[in-house]
């Protein structure tokens, strides 16, 4: 019988199976951060129970950290009592904790990967919805709120419905690699599926436009596959895989073995019977840009915004929906999107805040200068992203085009630490989401790609990347 | 199980709408609850009454792990979320911690109850009673996993 990468995965994690009744599934490595992770530790203090492996649980400070200088007292009171609490947590439970000052601080879905926690063929759960970033790595990976955080503290284990399975296969050539990013390609995806498109799903990224992409670039496709509602995002590992986690700190030192293993064992079989299926030709996607308040509603950026009657199809509520956005985001219908002026720009996020990201955006930057009416950041995805990005002097280029050089967090992602947009500021964001108040109250987001992003601070309004000199 | 509906004629309401990024910072239940749907209906906390249902369309609870979600709607009186669909994370949350029910039906059925109608839902027998317009509708059943969860009364209690 031929099995999907993703039921290898499952079957691989079985510890109790019944018909008709969940499975109880074994997970390999546990990420804890300090917003999901409160309640559930005064559940285990509560029922005087341990951390099952401690030893496979890591956890780390990043949805409300300053970027600003650290060496700094922190202002906000209920954020520094968030933090101090993880901090005690971890300590009276055993748990290796990346601290607000260690190097390897970082967006947990940045520093997994970075730190060779993040391996081939695991479970790995977080309390956190973009835990889906890590299935770049051929990984069952994904998100879960607060009782399951305390549940596989206390068990090492879940109770899971099985998912089910749909292949992404993404055929063709990328036009312009440098401009047409994989950024794009997500977001065209999830215009096409739509934000429930993926529910109660696995989805496999396949194809060589896949293949194609490097493993930052894989991870930003798997980190929003929960935007289309997915259970998690995977894509089988390759040689790139192995080379990327090879000589890491937390690299396993059995590497080898489990290299020829996760070759020999980590795809799906050809053959393989998916529940769902979509095709999506990668040489005719453009750089995309969201105009409204949700991740499908996105347009090409040589576009106009649609009409809500185009963007509805006959769908009464669909085109509701998009009124209500185009109010929400002051925009009218049929604007250029290269016309839409912009006030800030928030290069950061699990979606795209890793090395290559920062290059790239970089050298659209470079020797150039930020817009008058444009106030600019840079967030790095984590500690060890900024240190080696100061190595290649790209702080020097982003400060000298007037960007801000933070320190590393989820910052104006969500805004929970002081980096928040202002009502009515309107920013072209490298992040996941751009719901209403997402940002800050009142702010409107447009979700772009890195070197998006980095043209549309210079010039005030997006551009298209591909015309860039 | 009788309530009051709230009703949201939308999709897609998401949890940085149910509750925004910047409250997941409080550890206190009530004081959360004063900050839910804020983002949508600032009004809600002032309106909502214990043991009021929320109506809304497609793709109900969608974007973050944030438990919060369900915890400060519940906190705020919610017994059920009624809706076309749910997003996964947001339904296993609400039944984990048994906070509220997350019951799903037809787009017909959606249409069919306004803002402030009375229902009775009965989860025996998957059935919602309109008590205002005296009808009866369907609503899909939980799965066996999920009726179990529910009737244990949250993850933990399940299997103990």
Same mark, same amino acid.
Request: hydrophobic share 35%; glycine share 8%; net charge negative.
């Given at each position: 019988?031929?099995?999907?990468? &993703?039921?290898?995965?499952?079957?691989?994690?079985?510890?109790?199976?019944?018909?008709? %009744?969940?499975?109880?599934?074994?997970?390999?490595?546990?990420?804890?951060?300090?917003?999901?992770?409160?309640?559930?530790?005064?559940?285990?203090? @509560?029922?005087?129970?341990?951390?099952?492996?401690?030893?496979?649980?890591?956890?780390?400070?990043?949805?409300?950290?300053?970027?600003?200088?650290?060496?700094?007292?922190?202002?906000?009171?209920?954020?520094?009592?968030?933090?101090?609490?993880?901090?005690?947590?971890?300590?009276?439970?055993?748990?290796?904790?990346?601290?607000?000052?260690?190097?390897?601080?970082?967006?947990?879905?940045?520093?997994?990967?970075?730190?060779?926690?993040?391996?081939?063929?695991?479970?790995?759960?977080?309390?956190?919805?973009?835990?889906?970033?890590?299935?770049?790595?051929?990984?069952?990976?994904?998100?879960?709120?607060?009782? #399951?955080?305390?549940?596989?503290?206390?068990?090492?284990?879940?109770?899971?419905? !099985?998912?089910?399975?749909?292949?992404?296969?993404?055929?063709?050539?990328?036009?312009?690699?440098?401009?047409?990013?994989?950024?794009?390609?997500?977001?065209?995806?999830?215009?096409?599926?739509?934000?429930?498109?993926?529910?109660?799903? @696995?989805?496999?990224?396949?194809?060589?436009?896949?293949?194609?992409?490097?493993? #930052?670039?894989?991870?930003?496709?798997?980190?929003?596959?929960?935007?289309?509602?997915?259970?998690?995002?995977?894509?089988?590992?390759?040689?790139?895989?192995?080379?990327?986690?090879?000589?890491?700190?937390?690299?396993?030192?059995?590497?080898?073995?489990?290299?020829?293993?996760?070759?020999?064992?980590?795809?799906?079989?050809?053959?393989?019977?998916?529940?769902?299926?979509?095709?999506?030709?990668?040489?005719?996607?453009?750089?995309?840009?969201?105009?409204?308040?949700?991740?499908?509603?996105?347009?090409?950026?040589?576009?106009?915004?649609?009409?809500? %009657?185009?963007?509805?199809?006959?769908?009464?509520?669909?085109?509701?929906?998009?009124?209500?956005?185009?109010?929400?985001?002051?925009?009218?219908?049929?604007?250029?999107?290269?016309?839409?002026?912009?006030?800030?720009?928030?290069?950061?996020? =699990?979606?795209?805040?890793?090395?290559?990201?920062?290059?790239?955006?970089?050298?659209?930057?470079?020797?150039?200068?930020?817009?008058?009416?444009?106030?600019?950041?840079?967030?790095?995805?984590?500690?060890?992203?900024?240190?080696?990005?100061?190595?290649?002097?790209?702080?020097?280029?982003?400060?000298?085009?007037?960007?801000?050089?933070?320190?590393?967090?989820?910052?104006? =992602?969500?805004?929970?630490?002081?980096?928040?947009?202002?009502?009515?500021?309107? =920013?072209?964001?490298?992040?996941?989401?751009?719901?209403?108040?997402?940002?800050?109250?009142?702010?409107?987001?447009?979700?772009?790609?890195?070197?998006?992003?980095?043209?549309?601070?210079?010039?005030?309004?997006?551009?298209?990347?591909?015309?860039?000199? | 199980?009788?309530?009051?509906?709230?009703?949201?004629?939308?999709?897609?309401?998401?949890?940085?709408?149910?509750?925004?990024?910047?409250?997941?910072?409080?550890?206190?239940?009530?004081?959360?609850?004063?900050?839910?749907?804020?983002?949508?209906?600032?009004?809600?906390?002032?309106?909502?009454?214990?043991?009021?249902?929320?109506?809304?369309?497609?793709? &109900?609870? =969608?974007?973050?792990?944030? %438990?919060?979600?369900?915890?400060?709607?519940?906190?705020?009186?919610?017994?059920?979320?009624?809706?076309?669909?749910?997003?996964?994370?947001?339904?296993?949350?609400?039944?984990?911690?048994?906070?509220?029910?997350?019951?799903?039906?037809?787009?017909?059925?959606?249409? !069919?109850?306004?803002?402030?109608?009375?229902?009775?839902?009965?989860?025996?027998?998957?059935?919602?009673?309109?008590?205002?317009?005296?009808?009866?509708?369907?609503?899909?059943?939980?799965?066996?996993?999920?009726?179990?969860?529910?009737?244990?009364?949250?993850?933990?209690?399940?299997?103990?």
């Amino acid at each position: 019988m031929t099995e999907t990468l &993703f039921e290898k995965i499952w079957n691989s994690h079985i510890v109790v199976e019944k018909e008709n %009744e969940p499975s109880l599934i074994y997970i390999d490595r546990h990420l804890v951060h300090e917003v999901t992770s409160p309640q559930a530790f005064d559940g285990l203090r @509560v029922n005087h129970r341990k951390v099952r492996r401690p030893e496979l649980t890591v956890a780390t400070i990043d949805h409300n950290v300053p970027t600003t200088d650290r060496s700094l007292p922190m202002i906000d009171e209920t954020s520094s009592t968030q933090i101090k609490t993880l901090e005690k947590n971890c300590k009276d439970f055993g748990i290796k904790l990346f601290g607000i000052n260690d190097p390897n601080q970082g967006i947990v879905h940045v520093i997994g990967p970075q730190l060779g926690i993040t391996l081939p063929g695991s479970t790995i759960v977080c309390g956190d919805s973009h835990t889906s970033t890590q299935g770049a790595f051929g990984a069952f990976a994904f998100g879960i709120g607060t009782s #399951e955080v305390e549940h596989t503290l206390a068990t090492q284990t879940l109770w899971l419905e !099985k998912p089910k399975t749909f292949e992404i296969l993404a055929t063709g050539k990328r036009k312009n690699p440098f401009a047409v990013t994989s950024k794009d390609i997500i977001l065209s995806i999830i215009k096409k599926i739509g934000t429930n498109g993926g529910t109660g799903h @696995v989805l496999e990224y396949r194809g060589d436009a896949i293949s194609d992409l490097s493993m #930052e670039q894989r991870m930003t496709i798997c980190n929003m596959s929960i935007e289309a509602g997915s259970r998690a995002g995977l894509i089988a590992p390759d040689e790139k895989t192995f080379d990327y986690i090879n000589n890491r700190e937390y690299t396993p030192k059995n590497y080898d073995d489990l290299v020829e293993d996760w070759k020999n064992n980590l795809m799906s079989d050809s053959n393989s019977k998916f529940d769902k299926r979509f095709t999506i030709d990668v040489e005719k996607i453009e750089p995309q840009v969201s105009w409204g308040t949700n991740p499908a509603m996105v347009s090409d950026v040589t576009d106009k915004i649609p009409t809500p %009657e185009e963007f509805g199809q006959n769908n009464e509520i669909q085109i509701e929906s998009a009124k209500k956005a185009l109010a929400y985001m002051d925009l009218e219908p049929e604007t250029l999107i290269t016309e839409i002026p912009i006030d800030r720009v928030f290069i950061g996020s =699990c979606t795209n805040a890793r090395l290559e990201d920062l290059i790239d955006a970089a050298t659209i930057v470079k020797g150039k200068v930020i817009n008058s009416n444009v106030s600019a950041m840079v967030v790095p995805g984590s500690q060890m992203v900024k240190h080696e990005a100061e190595k290649l002097g790209l702080d020097k280029i982003f400060k000298d085009a007037n960007f801000e050089w933070r320190e590393s967090g989820c910052s104006m =992602c969500l805004g929970m630490n002081p980096d928040i947009l202002k009502p009515g500021e309107r =920013c072209a964001s490298t992040s996941n989401r751009n719901f209403e108040g997402r940002q800050g109250s009142g702010g409107q987001t447009h979700l772009v790609s890195p070197v998006m992003a980095a043209a549309a601070a210079i010039a005030g309004h997006f551009v298209d990347v591909r015309d860039w000199s | 199980m009788i309530g009051n509906v709230i009703k949201y004629e939308q999709d897609n309401i998401d949890t940085d709408v149910i509750i925004p990024g910047t409250y997941l910072k409080i550890h206190d239940y009530n004081e959360l609850a004063t900050h839910a749907m804020e983002g949508l209906d600032p009004d809600f906390p002032s309106k909502v009454k214990d043991g009021d249902f929320i109506v809304a369309g497609k793709n &109900f609870g =969608c974007g973050s792990s944030r %438990e919060h979600a369900p915890i400060a709607l519940s906190t705020c009186g919610i017994k059920a979320v009624i809706a076309t669909s749910f997003a996964r994370i947001f339904y296993r949350n609400s039944v984990d911690g048994a906070f509220l029910l997350p019951i799903e039906i037809d787009d017909e059925t959606y249409q !069919k109850i306004s803002n402030s109608d009375q229902l009775e839902i009965n989860i025996e027998n998957n059935e919602i009673k309109n008590i205002t317009k005296n009808e009866t509708y369907s609503m899909k059943p939980f799965s066996e996993i999920i009726a179990k969860i529910i009737s244990a009364g949250g993850i933990f209690k399940y299997k103990k």
